[in-house]
């Protein structure tokens, strides 16, 4: 580190915690308890002034700089070890405007933040499957999410980006400011600087269906198959989910036999009421689950339905699939045996498509092309399954190559090097995109995310 620690950064008005602070260990503690950094300062931004004033204090006195927002990533780059930390969670005000349908988000604000203020006006747009996931870093990652199929990515009802760059200074990013910039933060993370707000497009959504259908494990090939000849056969933008393994978990709807064991399941998230989830997802229905979930939610329930409790153990990773053949539907099923169980993982098939494949060509995003997202989430509590666990994703995602597409989404992956991030973009948009960074970020100050290297 060079120059001399000062007392505050010029122009900070918010918290600052060191090691000794009381606060600091939950500050600095991010979802994955695989990460263990402790970072010498964490700036607790109140305002964009604060954001600026943070970042240029790190420049200036040498300091590796992370932006923490929800904490999500399964790398832990939202803490530094030993360096500066500009924490935006106390920016997470939510402000909609329910005529013009749009709503403006603070930086640090989650998923949760944002769907609860919007749901009195039964209002929406794509977000996380977790409420605890941040708005910005899942957004400017690209944004997956339960309706995806309907509305598209999260970025894709983005309307501007406020953006603190690496020399300090707020920029807006929007279709008619710093549009290549703004091209850039559909998809290329954190790599131009720490988002202070961001605006998005709402649209309406009255009801969502969430149907969960279970069946023990060796069921898989045929439920699988039977799922996947739903989606290709002609099911609606407007039904989104999954199909997955994991550990039946203790709930009422779950069978006693299946609870605490490995069981198979498909998950219908419809835009619709029950009766209409109930005919159009008829076909697994009529494979005689033996646990059945369904219930009319509002959207701010729905998107909350499936969090993690903070504390345990992550590591994640991804494979984009062309087609799903039985070949592929029995490579994914094999690797189920091989999971950490019981434990909250799970090993998801989800269907693309509709809007994610419309807006294809039109952000840095190759991927989106892709039918099927192959996703092992492995969550565990016990140190010990670390490495068989970090073992299965990468294995899952081995076993599903021969149909991959070769792009993969980098929300969902962790570090897996600089191969697999040139992958995410693919090699000329990768080329745009360092560009891009060299314009808004030439020394590489915002390094910890999935890197863009500056041309």
């Not at 500009?86 to 709503?103: E, M, Y």
């Not at 490495?387 to 993969?408: D, K």
């Amino acid at each position: 580190m060079s120059g001399t620690m000062i007392t505050r950064p010029v122009g900070f008005g918010g918290r600052l915690l060191r090691a000794a602070d009381p606060g600091y260990e939950q500050a600095r503690t991010v979802f994955n308890a695989m990460v263990d950094k402790r970072p010498a300062l964490i700036a607790q931004c109140e305002s964009a002034a604060d954001v600026s004033a943070a970042v240029r204090y790190g420049v200036e006195q040498g300091l590796e700089i992370a932006v923490r927002g929800g904490g999500h990533g399964v790398a832990g780059t939202g803490v530094s070890d030993g360096g500066l930390v500009v924490d935006l969670r106390r920016l997470n005000t939510v402000q909609v405007d329910a005529d013009a349908r749009i709503a403006r988000v603070g930086g640090g604000a989650t998923w949760g933040d944002f769907d609860r203020m919007c749901q009195p006006y039964w209002l929406g747009t794509t977000g996380g499957r977790v409420s605890t996931t941040g708005v910005a870093g899942l957004t400017l990652g690209g944004g997956s999410g339960w309706l995806e199929r309907k509305w598209g990515l999260a970025c894709d009802n983005l309307v501007s980006v406020e953006l603190v760059t690496a020399d300090g200074e707020l920029v807006i990013a929007d279709e008619t400011r710093n549009t290549e910039l703004f091209w850039a933060l559909h998809g290329g993370g954190g790599n131009f600087g720490a988002a202070t707000a961001l605006t998005f497009r709402l649209q309406v959504l009255p009801v969502v269906t969430l149907a969960m259908l279970m069946w023990p494990a060796d069921a898989g090939p045929d439920v699988i198959q039977a799922w996947r000849n739903l989606y290709e056969g002609g099911a609606p933008d407007e039904l989104g989910g999954g199909a997955l393994f994991l550990t039946g978990p203790p709930e009422d709807f779950v069978p006693l036999h299946l609870q605490g064991e490995p069981l198979v399941a498909t998950v219908a998230v419809y835009m619709g009421d029950e009766a209409e989830t109930r005919e159009v997802f008829g076909p697994m229905f009529e494979l005689a689950p033996e646990g059945v979930m369904v219930a009319e939610l509002p959207y701010a329930a729905l998107q909350s339905v499936m969090d993690d409790p903070p504390g345990f153990r992550n590591y994640w990773s991804g494979e984009h699939l062309t087609e799903l053949p039985d070949a592929a539907i029995a490579a994914f099923c094999a690797r189920a045996a091989d999971m950490v169980h019981p434990s909250g993982s799970q090993q998801l098939i989800a269907p693309w498509g509709g809007a994610v494949a419309r807006d294809a060509d039109k952000w840095p995003l190759p991927h989106r092309s892709a039918d099927w997202v192959v996703h092992p989430f492995g969550v565990w509590a016990d140190p010990a399954d670390d490495a068989r666990g970090i073992a299965w994703a990468r294995n899952v995602c081995a076993a599903v190559r021969e149909w991959s597409t070769g792009a993969v989404y980098l929300n969902f992956i962790g570090d897996e090097g600089h191969d697999r991030v040139v992958a995410g973009y693919g090699a000329e948009n990768y080329r745009r995109l360092a560009q891009v960074k060299a314009q808004y970020d030439p020394d590489n100050v915002f390094h910890l995310n999935q890197n863009i290297r500056p041309a």
